[in-house]
């Protein structure tokens, strides 16, 4: 994939990870690398179109038309995104990636797994990241933080955040599973504790792949 560093931050609803994310992309850049911070579903300008559909409760999805949406935002961000910064040589975080496809459509919704694995090759053009963080809480706990969060802003529940707590536990295993499976590159995170705790230990984390 070129010179630079894939790094992806993945988990439940409520996890932490795009605040933790971002600010890791903000740390990476006080030290003087070249940073690009980006999210599935959208980073792009076609992405960010199939995430308002894809995230829609209003909007009826068929759970393979739900698939096929999430691939093809993923088709594009590896193609327009990801790939000319990794040949840049920057460091890519991005915020959900191929393992939410697997935690989500796969535990979740109960697709074959080996039939996403292979799509989710497909779609991302064989780009694995370097390194996932998986941040990792309850189901329950992390859904009750996301909807805490939707009362503060009025935006209602999305897609997912209005799905029932069996779902979102399907999902952690999911994410538990790939963390047990690919220890190599993947590094399980306990999110339940203070964020400035859980942020050093991924800076810790991304150090011995990044240097300091």
Known sequence: MGAGIFITLEGV????????AALLAD??????????????????????????IF?????????AAELLLVLADRAQHVREKLRPALA????????????????????????????????????????????????????????????TRVRGDARGYDRFEGEDIDFH?????GFLAIAHSEPERVKLIDSTRELSV?????????ESLVGH
Not at 169 to 173: A, G
């Open 13 to 20: 609803e409520g996890s932490g990870k795009t605040t933790q």
């Open 27 to 52: 740390e990476l850049r006080r030290r003087g690398r070249r940073v690009t911070l980006t999210r599935e579903p959208g980073g792009t300008r076609a992405g960010e179109a199939i995430r308002a």
């Open 55 to 63: 995230l829609d409760p209003t909007i009826s999805l068929g759970i």
């Open 88 to 147: 840049a040589g920057e460091i890519v975080i991005s915020d959900r990636y191929s393992d939410s496809t697997i935690a989500y459509q796969g535990y979740g919704r109960g697709f074959d797994l080996e039939l996403l694995a292979e799509l989710n090759h497909l779609a991302s053009n064989g780009a694995q990241p370097d390194l996932t963080i998986v941040l990792d809480c309850p189901a329950e706990m992390g859904l009750a933080r996301a909807r």
């Open 169 to 173: 536990r399907r999902v952690r295993q």
């Open 198 to 206: 859980v942020t050093t230990e991924i800076l810790l984390a991304v």
